[in-house]
């Protein structure tokens, strides 16, 4: 039998569960409201934010405890309940806050809090989309291999740009020489690069075919195949390092928002009890 | 015409210099990757036709860059004389003049300096990793924040909670570190002193007490004005400490909430069971005005002093008899009654022709013989025939004996007898009294002004019923009549604190006030806090801190 997913993960058992802490917390919103309305210092609100504050710290102990190869549990169940409980604690969270913001401690850490989440749910976005995609994009290749692949595509067309006019012969060098794959994180993230040599490269070539004697213009067709096939691994490579960024980048945020939200929640729970 | 010999230097596989020897004869040299040119360099780093090598007018040979360039000392050149021992870079060949053999103009050796990289390296290299150096970000961005948040959120503010000369310092500053600690916005009336937490908040750790509520507001009153009763009904040490802090009712940082709780939770509390607090109490348990209300009680003044007040439950029907020393029949002054001036003078009385609203609450100005009653009742006051005619004044009876002594003191004991059986008795009770010099005088009046004493009443808030519709007053011939309205009649438009289909929520709050004796008018007007209790409670305060 197929395993299952972290999303199905024992017939959906954390979803279940989230979604009966939803719907208890939701319920004890709606019967306990305080006279001057909801608010996170009255018996409901210490409850709610006495929980949240758990889960808070429990959220943050699957990064420890995934990095334990000897553990209690599967790190499968452990990724199930932290997408799905994680859900219901932002929930509970914002009951928490009885919808009331402000410049101040309280508010950050809500607002580090919701980073966090959104960030979790990119990342898990990308690892329900991308692995997919990515294996598509890739086939039977590897990165290297297509690298292995465009480096013979410029062997090839140098040889032929060798013998055709200076104009050709540089812009297929300067593509050549010049075409990078992931400049910068910008590019990384998009999976596309302006102004790319490989790209330019096909388009001059396209523009240049006027000019050519009989014999070049045999030449020049073969070349062109040549940079398009070139251009369309250049593109594939691209995606592939996009895809990689797209699966890492959410951690960015994730992590550091976490601490953060850690210092923010601690500082929020002692200011509360000074200021009683 | 020259000859040119042109030394190649390759390198073999061992790394070795190979030189192999060409002589050239020719007009000038073309240096280029085109197959036609005199030395082919097949280079893609090299122009078709890169450059020309050849003699000029004086003799010299120069180079000179066609569409490529060339370089020297790595400046770029349009061209220059070849000297012996001149190097030139032509695209990724070094160009250099050897010393030429006698039969030779010019002998130069080419050597390709930069070879074209390995393809697949370079483009390797070229490829850069995804999201290269992310941990040392996360760990930088990590430190960062949390660095950045616990210096303003937890450092700061807690410097100026326990380091007495940072507090002294940031209290001279319009806002305090702990600013970002305040979980919402402060009432109105607290703003100007609220942006320095400590001007409440005055120890760490403990809830708001209420010596920094009592610090402003000293002239509170306590919720049950007897003192006595305060003290010994919430066995409290003084009539305001251990009865409940002043911030379980008064909410800050609710706003725009106000700061008074209105909802019947906090007086639940006690009067849902008052006689777990007083076993001596008399009141009844109370959850909610429909539920559970017990009857009103009116007060009734007995006695001239503010104290001599009476209560009775609107039900005790027998006694709710009000004995106010008056003779007024409601039902002759509404509608149209008869004037004084004969059968055509007709006049149209409502309401509030005699109860003249005053203020905001709508309270009600005392009635006067001399605003309300004389124009129409200025007869009763006049006495003999139309010639003779003699007026007392209205007010103290020995005026009127006086002025009857004086200006018809024949007719003293007609007068006299005609006031006491009409005059003055057309409207007042008349007690007989035997002595020669006052016969009888007229009853005192006790006139109820606060029939709910223990509630507040708001006649302002009310003002679009007719009165008549809460007064029955219409059909009463007597003045002992009582026609204030009873729970009942309330729970016709009001219903509890969760109201009925079309009634109005009403809560204790809407009826009564916390700190009554502000309101309770007569019973103690000293249940205030003097300058002793300030300090008693300054001392209990002091003690908790130490």
Redesign the interface.
Known sequence: MQRGNIFDYKNYRYFKIAVVVILIAFAAYLIFE????H???SVLGYGLGTVSALMVLWMAWYGVRKRRYRSSGSTQSWLSAHIYLGTAMTVLVTLHSGF?Y?F???T?AYGLLLVVVASGFFGNYTYMIYPRQMSENMGEDS??SL??R???A??LA?QI???M??AI?NT??RA??????????ID?LRGYQPNCPSAQAVDDLTAMANSLTPDQRKLHRELYTIMVRRLSLVKR?RQD?MY??RL??W??LH???T??L???M???I??????? | MFNCLLIKITYNSRGLPVRSYRTIAAHELTLGRGAECNVHLPDPRLSMHHAVIKQNDEGLFVVQALNGELEIDGAIVPGSVLTHGSKVMVGPYELKVEPAPPDVNLAISLVLAHRLPDDFQDLKARTHQPLTGASSFKRRLSLLLAVLIALIALALPLAQNLIPSVHKAVAELPIGFDRVWSPGRISASHMHFGSQCFNCHQVPLQKVSDKACMTCHQDIGPHIANPVLQKSAFNAKHRYIGTTRCAECHEEHKAPHPLAKQDNGMCIKCHGNIKAINTKSTLANVHDFDRDHPEFKLTFKTGPKSTDIERILQSDKARLVEKSGLKFPHYQHTGKVQGPNGIWDVRELSCTNCHAPEGKEMRFKPLTFKNNCVSCHAKELELGPKELKITVPHGNEQNVFNALKLYAPKQFSSYSDSLKKNGCAYCHEIIENESAAQPWRVAPLYINQDWFSMAQFNHGAHRTQQCVSCHKVEESESSADVAIPDRQSCLQCHSGSKPKHKRIASNCMTCHNFHHSHFAEGLNPTAKLDNNDVEVLLSIANKQNQ
């Open positions: 305080p006279a001057v309305g608010y996170g210092g009331h402000g101040n401690i309280h950050l990165l290297d690298l292995l465009i480096a013979e410029d062997k140098r740009a060798l013998v006019p200076d012969n297929v060098s050549c020489r010049e075409t990078s794959i992931g400049l910068g994180l990384q490579a390092l990689r960024a890492g980048i951690l960015y992590v550091p928002f601490i953060a850690l210092v923010a601690t500082a929020h002692i200011a509360v009890f000074v200021y009683w």
